[in-house]
C-alpha cells in the first residue's frame, strides 16, 4: 500500500506555512490544545460563513485569530456584534476548558491560570475572499451542499471542475467522493481531474482540502486538490 501524505505537511517550511505560529513558551501543550479548540469551535458555529481557513497568531499577551471567508458579513454582523459576540463565545469555551482541566483540590492553582486567561487579549481579524472557486475548502463545501440537495454525484463533479477550470490562475484541479454514492448499498469511490496535477512534486502550489456531506443515507467523503503552478520561492 502507498504512503499517503497530505499535500500541506509535505510542504512545510518549504512553500508552505503553519496555521498556528507564534511564541508559545513553557505553556505550549495547553496553547496547542486551546487552539485545536477554538479553529474546531469556530468550524462548527460559522458553517453558513463560507470559511477557507483559520489561523492563530500567538504572542505574548495576545491571540490574533485570523478567519478567511467568502461572506464575512454574516461573521461582521451588524456594526461588529458579531465579533464580540465571537469573542466573548471563545472566553467562554477556553474558561471552561481550564475549569474542567484543573483538578478541585488545586484551587490555587485555578485561581493563577484564570488570571493568566483573562490577560492575554483576544483579536479577530476577517479577511474577504473574492473569489472562492481559487479555494479547494469552500469548492468542498459547495459539493457537499449540492450532494445533500440529492444532486447527482457525477454532475456536482463536472460543474465543479467546470467553474474552477474557469480562472486562468488554476493548472488543474480533482475532485473525489466516496462513500454510498446516489444511495447504493455498496460504497465505492469516484474522482475526475482536469488538466495537471503534479502531486509529487515539492514545489508544486497544491491546494488541498477534505469535507463531508452528510446525506440521508449516510457520509460522503469529498476531497478536493486545486493546482495553482509552481513556486520558487527564495
Not at 460543474?159 to 480533482?174: A, P
Not at 466516496?178 to 475526475?192: P, Q
Amino acid at each position: 500500500m502507498g504512503h499517503k501524505v497530505h499535500p500541506k505537511s509535505f510542504r512545510i517550511k518549504g512553500i508552505e506555512d503553519w496555521n498556528v505560529r507564534g511564541f508559545y513558551g513553557a505553556k505550549m501543550p495547553q496553547y496547542l490544545e486551546e487552539d485545536f479548540l477554538i479553529k474546531d469551535f469556530l468550524r462548527k458555529i460559522l458553517v453558513e460563513a463560507s470559511v477557507s481557513n483559520i489561523s492563530i497568531e500567538h504572542s505574548a499577551n495576545k491571540i490574533n485569530i485570523i478567519i478567511e471567508s467568502a461572506r464575512p458579513g454574516l461573521i461582521i454582523g451588524r456594526g461588529g456584534e458579531g465579533v464580540e459576540t465571537l469573542k466573548k463565545m471563545i472566553v467562554k469555551k477556553m474558561h471552561d476548558k481550564v475549569f474542567s482541566s484543573t483538578r478541585v483540590d488545586k484551587v490555587a492553582d485555578k485561581t493563577a491560570t484564570e488570571k493568566s486567561e483573562t490577560k492575554r487579549e483576544i483579536k479577530i481579524d476577517i479577511k474577504e475572499i473574492k473569489n472562492p472557486w481559487v479555494y479547494s475548502m469552500l469548492v468542498a463545501q459547495w459539493a457537499a451542499q449540492q450532494l445533500e440537495k440529492r444532486i447527482p454525484f457525477r454532475q456536482v463533479l463536472k460543474q465543479g471542475l467546470e467553474k474552477v477550470m474557469q480562472n486562468k490562475e488554476i493548472k488543474g484541479v480533482r475532485m473525489e467522493v466516496s462513500g454510498r454514492l446516489n444511495g447504493v448499498e455498496i460504497a465505492r469511490k469516484e474522482w475526475l481531474r482536469q488538466g495537471r496535477m503534479p502531486r509529487q512534486t515539492i514545489r508544486a502550489d497544491i491546494d488541498y482540502s477534505q469535507y463531508e456531506a452528510h446525506c440521508t443515507y449516510g457520509v460522503i467523503g469529498i476531497k478536493v486538490w486545486i493546482y495553482k503552478g509552481e513556486r520558487f520561492d527564495k
